[in-house]
């Protein structure tokens, strides 16, 4: 049964930083792409940043710059560092695992429906 679990979420100030972790079980990391969605209220979930299995990465253009996806496939641990974090960043910040083995994000799309497994999620609130 694979579960992933995310962490890390909180309240900060504008320009404050946090760290996310999605620590997976039942699922290896290095196997698929992993992947940061987004839901803030009254909107759809949106794509944050993905990662495949040959390290390849991919941004939403709103987190460019201000974002970093990172895994450990050691400790099977998905990771989304942001900085800069701005009001607009306020969301429910999903986990996903998903994709062929091999996944490389040059031709895997960061949409949900290429993400088989998700997260609980974990809240974070940007405060200006």
């Known amino acids: 049964q694979v579960q992933l679990v995310e962490s890390g979420g909180g309240s900060v100030q504008a320009g404050g930083s946090l760290r996310l972790s999605c620590q997976a079980s039942?699922?290896?990391?290095?196997?698929?792409?992993m992947a940061w969605f987004r839901q803030a209220p009254g909107k759809e979930r949106e794509g944050v940043a993905q990662?495949?299995?040959?390290?390849?990465?991919k941004y939403a253009d709103s987190v460019k710059g201000r974002f970093t996806i990172s895994q450990d496939n050691a400790k099977n641990t998905l990771y989304l560092q942001m900085n800069s974090l701005q009001p607009e960043d306020t969301a429910m910040y999903y986990c996903?695992?998903?994709?062929?083995?091999?996944?490389?994000?040059?031709?895997?799309?960061?949409?949900?429906?290429?993400?088989?497994?998700w997260g609980q999620g974990t809240q974070v609130t940007v405060s200006s």
């Open positions: 990662i495949g299995s040959d390290g390849t990465s």
């Open positions: 996903a695992a998903g994709g062929p083995r091999g996944c490389t994000v040059l031709l895997w799309g960061l949409h949900e429906a290429n993400y088989d497994y």
């Open positions: 039942g699922y290896t990391t290095s196997r698929g792409c």
